[in-house]
């Protein structure tokens, strides 16, 4: 079957950095999305990841292991408004998103 | 209009009624998409168009229908109302049906069914 898993819930310190792990089993994988979803709006998109390997995009990063069915969105120099759900999502054989319950990120001061 | 509008808003609705949500993109997407997003649970794919004129079977059909008659609107209908589908709708768009296009969403629509 398919499925996504995630962390329900993460809490991280201002400034910090912070690691959101997804693992996968996705039927003809096809990549990996990562989006944020602020509370009571819509999810908008953070990344991207077919090749297996880290993608750097200014604080963000993720990272790809498609022979492990891994991946991790990196967080740094946390700043309170990060504070949102990340949503990971797997693209499957007929290019349609399976998307994990998303993990709740509370920043602290 | 900039990206996905979504009406309306919010809604309340008595069960067995019938419900139309509105969805309309400037962004001359060819591929479109009904969500819906319940609390613990990621986002399900009801159904979604691939152009104007074609549309598919998501994950849950069943109790909704849609059509695409052209590129900018994709309307969801429920034809009879049920307290499960009570949820979050969001409608997305995307250049085309393909792994790498992200997809942009609207700012959904909140129904409660009574």
């Known amino acids: 079957g398919q499925n996504i898993d995630q962390p329900t819930e993460m809490t991280a310190t201002e400034g910090a950095i912070v690691q959101i792990n997804c693992t996968y089993q996705?039927?003809?994988?096809?990549?990996l999305f990562w989006y944020q979803q602020h509370a009571g709006e819509a999810p908008t998109f953070l990344s991207y990841n077919v090749l297996d390997g880290l993608e750097e995009k200014g604080r963000f990063s993720s990272f790809l292991s498609r022979s492990k069915g891994y991946s991790y969105l990196l967080l740094k120099e946390l700043q309170m408004k990060d504070s949102a759900s990340y949503l990971c999502?797997?693209?499957?054989?007929?290019?349609?998103?399976?998307w994990g319950a998303g993990t709740k990120l509370i920043i602290k001061p | 209009i900039a990206g996905i509008t979504q009406a309306p808003t919010s809604q309340i609705l008595a069960a067995g009624r019938r419900m139309t949500l509105r969805c309309t993109q400037d962004?001359?997407?060819?591929?479109m998409y009904w969500y819906r997003q319940d609390l613990g649970l990621g986002l399900r794919l009801i159904h979604y168009s691939n152009t104007a004129g074609t549309t598919g079977k998501g994950e849950v059909p069943d109790g909704y229908s849609v059509s695409r008659a052209n590129t900018d609107d994709f309307p969801l209908t429920l034809a009879s109302a049920v307290p499960s589908q009570t949820s979050v709708y969001f409608c997305a768009s995307s250049e085309r049906l393909a792994a790498y296009n992200e997809q942009f969403f609207g700012p959904g629509t909140r129904l409660t069914v009574l």
């Open positions: 996705t039927s003809g994988f096809n990549g």
């Open positions: 962004m001359r997407h060819n591929a």
């Open positions: 999502a797997s693209a499957d054989s007929n290019y349609q998103l399976i």
